[in-house]
């Protein structure tokens, strides 16, 4: 069949929902359906377009066509310059969407939010073209924008943008989301539990194994120290990564011990501000992904913070390769959140915003070889059987499938999908 695919992050953005709008359209492609990805060009996560990129240009790979339109990037990415952002990038996507849903006539149009502003578009294109419509939800937007302060709950748009969200997830045939509790998130705007799909982020179990011996990461940066306390990934707001900071304070006494925070982001800045002063912490540039695997193989533990209010709002992708990696993950979550689900024996929870109990337990694995291990080998196992990548894209491609034929045989009028 032919399948459009609106998403604003892609390859060769590294980490964030890049990698899984990428993985999605390969697979898609790769099981014989031709693929038309109408993407934005990459900025992520450093909120810079990726030098020597045309505004305008296309790329073809076999079955996979992707296509890039301009998009305002903002250098610092608040919630008023956020919504520009991605209303740029609806903007410029309009003509190649509503091009190829009259000439091109796909049988299925699949959104990715990021960007929710922009999936209107793939309900349009659908409407013209007669195809099934899918929307994956990779990130509760409107929501986290609240919970970390971007938006604020007085702003009298925000109402305005939560009638428009839960419109449009009602309007789609489909919908899924990464997590349990994204699911429920997501019934509870209104939609049939019929209606939502739980499909996964993957880990890159073939990439990042657990490392029988010391990471060449160590040789690299220089770190001599028994133990690393290690976190990977965007540096923003949603992270909470002042914590990190805060538990290095607690711990410059241990001189065993040396944080490392490795990424990119907005909130860089702010974070080597903080922690001027300590010598046990330092941070480094995102590095290659074909590293992945010896990057995090130099973890002791990784750490996995993350802010009361975005709780449930989003499943940290970083966690999946985490737990690949066999090491254990200190996340501050809450019980009865999704986090504290997925990582329970695979690691330790503390509450959100408490350094002292953060660095309490890192000193407890640190101390403890035996608990680290077999945290490790529960994390590696757990990979194995609910993130592997061939799994879950199999699944998802079916779903795809499946609700493209349903509304290829549907009676004229028919709007319930299976």
């Known amino acids: ?121 793939g309900l349009l294109a659908a409407r013209l073209s007669g195809a099934s419509t899918w929307l994956h939800v990779q990130d509760l937007e409107l929501e986290v924008a609240l919970a970390t302060s971007l938006l604020s709950r007085k702003n009298p748009l925000v109402r305005v943008l939560a009638d428009i969200e839960g419109r449009v997830l009602r309007s789609y045939d489909r919908v899924s989301s990464i997590s349990p509790a994204m699911c429920l998130r997501i019934v509870q705007r209104g939609l049939a539990p019929a209606q939502v799909a739980e499909h996964r982020n993957w880990a890159e179990l073939d990439d990042v194994r657990p490392l029988q011996r010391p990471s060449a990461y160590r040789q690299k940066w220089g770190i001599a120290t028994p133990h690393v306390a290690l976190y990977s990934g965007t540096l923003g707001r949603k992270q909470g990564l002042d914590l990190v900071v805060s538990a290095a304070r607690r711990l410059t006494s241990r001189r065993d ?65 985490m737990l690949a990696s066999g090491r254990p993950v200190v996340a501050t979550t809450e019980p009865g959140t999704g986090l504290y689900a997925e990582i329970a024996d695979c690691g330790l929870a503390v509450p959100p915003g408490e350094a002292d109990a953060l660095a309490s337990a890192i000193e407890k694995l640190c101390a403890n070889a035996a608990l680290r291990t077999g945290l490790g080998l529960t994390a590696r196992h757990r990979a194995e059987t609910r993130w592997r990548r061939e799994t879950i894209l199999s699944r998802f491609v079916n779903d795809i499938e499946a609700l493209a034929r349903h509304r290829q045989q549907a009676p004229i009028g028919e709007e319930q999908s299976p």
Not at 47 to 75: A, D, Q
Not at 95 to 112: E, F, G, H, K
Not at 292 to 310: F, S, W
């Open 1 to 121: 069949m032919k399948v459009l695919l609106l998403g604003l992050n892609f390859a060769p953005e590294l980490i964030g929902t890049g990698p899984y709008t990428t993985g999605l359209a390969q697979a898609l492609a790769e099981r014989g359906h031709t693929v038309r990805a109408i993407a934005g060009n990459p900025y992520y996560p450093d909120w810079r377009t990726k030098p020597g990129m045309r505004w305008w240009n296309s790329e073809r790979h076999k079955n996979l066509t992707i296509h890039r339109v301009p998009h305002y990037v903002p250098r610092n990415p608040t919630g008023p310059a956020r919504l520009l952002h991605q209303a740029s990038f609806a903007l410029t996507a309009t003509p190649q969407m509503l091009t190829n849903a009259l000439a091109w006539r796909p049988d299925s149009v699949v959104a990715i939010a990021p960007s929710l502003l922009a999936a209107p578009l």
């Open 257 to 321: 011990l040396t944080f490392v925070i490795c990424g990119n982001g907005p909130y860089r800045g702010q974070l080597e501000e903080m922690a001027k002063g300590l010598d046990n912490i330092r941070f480094f540039d995102l590095q290659p992904a074909e590293e992945l695997g010896e990057l995090l193989g130099l973890a002791t533990v990784h750490l996995l913070p993350q802010i009361a209010a975005a709780a449930d709002l989003v499943l940290p992708s970083k966690l999946t390769n």
